[in-house]
């Protein structure tokens, strides 16, 4: 299976400050049809995940354009704008190239 | 407005079956994939199972196949997780999501609790 690493594991953050975060894949997630199936998703405390970022850098329905995703092969990352305080709670990566569907471990953002 | 809620989670003895069911609303069901992940307490996320738009295809990760079915009633626009020979392991909060071929799990349903304990 696909291991996805991601750092920091948590992250501290003043409002307004911008922040990155890095999801490394044990395998390559370019498929070879030349698509990229890397997907970012956001848990706030007591809710569900939501889709931020699809195809890597594509942003989700309705989702602030404080969010950005970039990255290629491997190493991918997650960066936030000016973070603002609905920002908190888990971010997780995932990839959808290889059977099974595998999702990180995830990153805990918190406001300073 | 898209809309996933789950129901028949519950407590339940290891070994035991459990079914979960998802009703849909706001879009138009037998038109995408839909899958099941799950999340066992204060972890992370885990894939359980997708199925295609008809039904006649399913996927499944090794920790759950043989013992999880999914499948799907489109004129109900419902989704169901039956679930047998059940361990602790597979404690956890289960969420219902629309699988869309390019932008993945792009809505969730709210979760269902599913324990399983003696």
Redesign the interface.
Same mark, same amino acid.
């Given at each position: 299976d696909v291991v996805l690493t991601q750092t920091p594991s948590t992250l501290s953050a003043t409002i307004g400050q911008s922040v990155s975060i890095s999801c490394r894949s044990s395998q390559s997630l370019l498929d070879s049809a030349g698509n990229t199936y890397l997907y970012w998703y956001l848990q706030r405390p007591g809710q569900s995940p939501q889709l931020l970022i699809y195809l890597v850098s594509n942003l989700g329905s309705g989702v602030p354009n404080r969010f950005s995703g970039s990255g290629s092969g491997t190493d991918f990352t997650l960066k936030i704008s000016g973070v603002e305080a609905e920002d908190l709670g888990v971010y997780y990566c995932m990839q959808a190239t290889h059977a099974p569907l595998t999702f990180g471990s995830g990153t805990k953002l918190e406001i300073k | 407005e898209v809309q996933l809620v789950e129901s028949g989670g519950g407590l339940v003895q290891p070994g035991r079956s459990l079914k979960l069911s998802c009703a849909a609303s706001g879009f138009t069901f037998s038109n995408y994939y839909m899958a099941w992940?799950r999340q066992a307490p204060k972890k %992370?996320?885990?894939?359980v199972a997708?199925i295609s738009t008809s039904g006649s295809r399913t &996927? &499944?990760? !090794?920790s759950v196949k043989g013992r999880f079915t999914i499948s799907r009633d489109n004129a109900k626009s419902s989704l169901y997780l039956q679930m047998n020979s059940l361990k602790s392991e597979d404690t956890a909060t289960y &969420?219902c999501a629309r699988h869309d071929t390019? /932008? /993945?799990? !792009? &809505?969730? %349903?709210? %979760?269902v609790m599913v324990t399983v304990s003696s």
């Open positions: - | 992940v %992370g996320l885990e894939w997708t &996927y &499944y990760p !090794d &969420y390019i /932008a /993945a799990f !792009d &809505y969730w %349903g709210q %979760g």
